[in-house]
């Protein structure tokens, strides 16, 4: 089983920038597409982007030009750069596989606050 953990949250004024770090365990991480994940309060958990193992990605509309996603299978990480953040971008943070493929148990998450 693998498990995430992910980190780098934190608070931020809107316009400013986060990255987000997702750590695996597990070999299976470097074969599988990822995810990251948001959920702000009293809404559903969305995806915000997918990473493919040979890199290709997409984007939620909402955060496309703003956030980018990588991966670093060597470290089994998977990366969330956030830059222009607002202030609807506050919510808890969740990496996992991506739609459709394998999907692990959740993690903690990590807290992105912004302010206005």
């Known amino acids: 089983q693998v498990q995430l953990v992910e980190s780098g949250g934190g608070l931020v004024q809107a316009g400013g920038s986060l990255r987000l770090s997702c750590a695996a365990s597990g070999s299976f991480f470097s074969v599988n597409a990822m995810g990251w994940y948001r959920q702000a309060p009293g809404k559903e958990r969305e995806l915000v982007a997918t990473?493919?193992?040979?890199?290709?990605?997409n984007y939620a509309d909402s955060v496309k030009g703003r956030f980018t996603i990588s991966r670093d299978n060597a470290k089994n990480t998977v990366y969330l750069q956030m830059n222009s953040l607002k202030p609807e971008d506050t919510a808890v943070y969740y990496c996992n596989g991506a739609p459709g493929f394998t999907f692990w148990s959740w993690g903690q998450g990590t807290q992105v606050t912004v302010s206005s």
């Open positions: 990473i493919r193992s040979g890199g290709s990605t």
